[in-house]
Structure formats: structure tokens, C-alpha cells
């Protein structure tokens, strides 16, 4: 199984996502809930479209 991307209704009734690894381990949230789907779609694709290539800021380096 591959990695994805799952839309949900929260308790609050709030559309929110999470990312999945293959195995099912959650790797990232949305961390904000949208009071429409759609919201929540845009912001799955954005992580789509940007993450891909986002650079590491290590800010632990001292």
C-alpha cells in the first residue's frame, strides 16, 4: 500500500486531513480544521505541490 492522503469530518464537524505512510503510521496533519471540503482539498494540494522539493531549515545548529 502506498502513502495517502485521508479527508475526514472531525467531532466538531470541522473537514480535516491527515497523511499516511504504507504501513499506516499517521506522518502529517493539516494541524487546522475547514468548515468546507474544499478548503481542506486545497490544502492537501498544496502540500502536494510544494513539499516535494521544501528544504530542510535544521534549526537546532548552533
Do not use: C, H, P
Not at 28 to 46: C, F, H, P, Q, V
Request: zero cysteines; hydrophobic letters at 35%; glycine letters at 12%.
Amino acid at each position: 500500500m502506498a502513502a495517502k492522503f485521508e479527508l475526514y469530518k472531525s467531532a466538531n464537524g470541522e473537514f480535516r486531513w491527515r497523511l499516511k505512510s504504507a504501513n499506516g503510521q499517521i506522518i502529517a496533519t493539516g494541524g487546522e480544521g475547514y468548515t468546507r471540503k474544499d478548503g481542506a482539498l486545497n490544502g492537501i494540494e498544496a502540500v502536494k505541490r510544494d513539499a516535494g522539493d521544501a528544504a530542510v531549515d535544521d534549526q537546532t545548529a548552533s
